[in-house]
């Protein structure tokens, strides 16, 4: 009787090893086919690019922060420096605050109510601070009571942001609000929830509604300004899933349990149009060492209206990326890319 048993329980493990094996040998595969072909064909869109300068850096990892004054700021992610492009084609550097550490910046961006000042992200800190790039100080900090992702920035004085929901990985977007104290207010707390690690994506603002990026796969959220409904709409691609986790160590390490595969990592909006850098190949691309940009209406449901590509240094993929106007500025690991761009 005892054999029998540990029969069957060797029965039981070579099974369960064989669907992991066939299971990880499937996911290959589709990740194998989606590397090929996403299913879709793109339409070229007759846009004109022009270089009109180019910078050179040190090898580093960059963040675009954005135009100022006609200034274009960027931030190295391992200093507290912000490189500054001045309209003369000088460069200058702009030096943020000691008690800021580098390793708790999630984000720098221009406040679009004044080109003075940056928003200053510290996720793990829980706090955005106000940063004035002409008198080099600090204005305003937001001390959060909770953790937060995805913010933008409502008000002078409220933003929207997913903050931590009931459990570590549910993140429910809200608007919260803050006194001339520094006290925080919970102005509205929403339905609209998403997943830590498999709903990963990007939050922008597009006049009245909020847009959400999905990074694993074609989703685009479009939510309204009292946060009551969330619309979804697709990019071109033909990716629906989502990434898989497991959860080890008695439910304290969430991990995905393939790397997961980037769809839309990057992504802008600027007058009314949606740009997507898209990861994925269609079935009329021809050349893989160009960047690729998918547009889409913002005002017409998100409709999409072509592509267009430029090729990438180096062979390399672009860390990031603006547009802005008449502008477009591509950021690499070592060059600054600024065409004059119009379609």
Do not use: W
């Not at 420096?81 to 961006?109: G, M, R």
């Amino acid at each position: 009787m005892k054999k029998n048993k540990l029969l069957i329980y060797a029965i039981i493990g070579s099974l369960g090893v064989l669907f992991l094996l066939y299971y990880n040998f499937s996911s290959k595969n589709v990740e194998k086919a989606y590397s090929k072909s996403g299913g879709f064909k793109r339409i070229i869109l007759p846009v004109d690019l022009y270089l009109a300068q180019e910078y050179t850096l040190e090898s580093s990892d960059y963040q675009i922060v954005g135009i100022s004054r006609n200034k274009i700021i960027l931030r190295e992610y391992s200093t507290r420096e912000l490189i500054v492009f001045n309209s003369d084609n000088t460069k200058s550097i702009i030096h943020l605050p000691n008690e800021l550490n580098p390793e708790n910046i999630s984000k720098i961006s221009v406040d679009p109510f004044n080109e003075e000042i940056v928003e200053i992200q510290c996720q793990n800190d829980s706090k955005v601070y106000y940063y004035n790039i002409t008198d080099q100080k600090i204005q305003q900090i937001f001390d959060f009571n909770n953790y937060f992702d995805k913010i933008q920035k409502q008000s002078q004085n409220s933003f929207y942001a997913f903050i931590q929901g009931k459990t570590s990985s549910e993140m429910v977007l809200s608007l919260i609000q803050f006194d001339k104290a520094g006290k925080q207010k919970m102005l509205k707390e929403s339905n609209i929830k998403k997943e830590t690690m498999v709903d990963d994506g990007v939050l922008h603002l597009e006049n009245s509604k909020l847009v959400y990026i999905n990074y694993y796969n074609n989703t685009i959220g479009v939510i309204d300004s009292t946060l009551s409904r969330e619309d979804t709409f697709h990019t071109i691609d033909t990716i629906t899933t989502r990434p898989k986790t497991v959860t080890i160590r008695n439910g304290t390490i969430t991990k995905f349990v393939n790397a997961p595969r980037p769809v839309n990592q990057l992504s802008q909006i600027s007058n009314g149009m949606l740009y997507i850098n898209s990861y994925v190949k269609s079935d009329n691309d021809n050349n893989n060492t160009d960047e690729t940009i998918d547009v889409y209406d913002t005002n017409h449901n998100f409709k999409y209206i072509g592509s267009f590509s430029f090729e990438r240094i180096n062979n390399k993929r672009m860390s990031d990326f603006l547009i802005k106007g008449k502008k477009l500025i591509v950021q690499y690991p070592n060059t600054t890319l600024i065409y004059d761009f119009s379609f």
